[in-house]
């Protein structure tokens, strides 16, 4: 049996890619790398288009919203909104810095983002070395909630990952912590800046290196860590009945090697992929957690996965990868 290969392998960076993302329909990818270097890669040319230096150092996360507008975050202590310019009328492809905020980046946690009624929010540690999250507003341009979590009294550690959601017509942060700790918040009362814990369950023995919450029905969330441990948990209260331990931990499955360091849940809410320490790129399913393929082609560390968000049954369903070595595979899915 003839091992999966990639379909194309994407060279431009110099440094470990750290975050990638599909955009606008898929015709385009976003990718940043330690360098504080973002690129901009036309799918369908699969070529650069675009490059820059966005930060001074380590750029962690890139998200592209609205009109073309892509958020960078960086460890030099900043996330950037920029506009994006593109080539889809023969225009020459361009970036404009729009807005800037200022944080404390003394952790490797990336900013969750999710866009509500007129407006966009962002999540992230504001202060770095706490367990502590917070919320922005881009159109407000100010921190609309502070210090999510659990205060003075919190022996969890810091703040590792997070997802900002709407679930309900409620909004939504789950965390995960440095003692492996994964915690669910509900945020809804912005004005009131009041948060309330939904609940909080340890499965890992290591820290958690990163969550994601299923997009179709946000019936279900995955994390991962520095174990090898994969925990899924009940958002929904449909969810919550196929559980145990008080209904939120749906089910549990490990690997072979430990430090999964970044998962996605493709938007039909069926498998998932995580990037590995080890190199591989693992699929699985989101029902049974067993996995279903493994995506042998980095030598190095794999720091993040995306799926492509259009699924249709007469064109190619794609994942990419970034890895260490500073390149981004590009797999063809079923």
């Not at 990818?29 to 699969?46: E, L, N």
């Not at 890139?62 to 892509?70: A, Q, R, S």
């Not at 225009?91 to 009624?117: A, D, G, M, N, W």
Request: charged letters at 20%; aromatic letters at 10%; a neutral charge.
């Amino acid at each position: 049996m003839s091992l999966p290969t990639p379909a194309y392998i994407f060279r431009g960076h110099k440094s470990s890619v750290n975050a990638i993302t599909f955009f606008n329909n898929d015709k385009y990818i976003a990718s940043s790398d330690a360098d504080g270097i973002v690129c901009i890669w036309k799918m369908k040319t699969r070529r650069s288009i675009l490059e820059w230096k966005a930060h001074e150092a380590a750029c962690l996360q890139v998200h592209v919203y609205g009109n073309n507008k892509l958020i960078s975050q960086g460890r030099d202590n900043a996330v950037y909104i920029w506009q994006l310019t593109l080539d889809e009328d023969n225009q020459v492809p361009e970036y404009k810095l729009i807005h800037s905020i200022e944080y404390y980046s003394l952790s490797f946690c990336r900013l969750s983002i999710c866009q509500i009624t007129d407006d966009t929010l962002l999540c992230l540690p504001l202060r770095g070395d706490t367990s502590l999250v917070d919320i922005y507003s881009i159109e407000q341009q100010k921190w609309v909630m502070q210090k999510i979590g659990m205060g003075d009294d919190d022996k969890h550690g810091l703040c590792m990952a997070v997802k900002l959601f709407y679930l309900m017509k409620e909004l939504y942060i789950l965390t995960g912590y440095e003692d492996g700790s994964v915690a669910l918040w509900n945020v809804s009362y912005l004005n009131e800046k009041k948060s309330n814990l939904v609940w909080l369950v340890k499965e890992h023995t290591a820290p958690v290196l990163d969550v994601a919450v299923e997009r179709n029905t946000f019936g279900f969330a995955i994390s991962t860590s520095g174990d090898n441990q994969i925990v899924k948990y009940a958002l929904s209260s449909q969810q919550q009945e196929e559980g145990h331990e008080n209904n939120i931990v749906i089910k549990k499955s490990s690997i072979k090697k430990s430090g999964l360091a970044a998962i996605d849940i493709r938007i039909d809410g069926k498998i998932f992929a995580t990037a590995g320490h080890d190199g591989r790129i693992r699929v699985f399913s989101c029902k049974s957690l067993q996995p279903l393929a493994i995506l042998s082609y980095h030598r190095d560390s794999v720091y993040s996965v995306a799926f492509a968000s259009v699924l249709e049954d007469a064109k190619d369903h794609w994942l990419i990868g970034g890895s260490k070595e500073s390149r981004i595979s590009l797999w063809k899915i079923y």
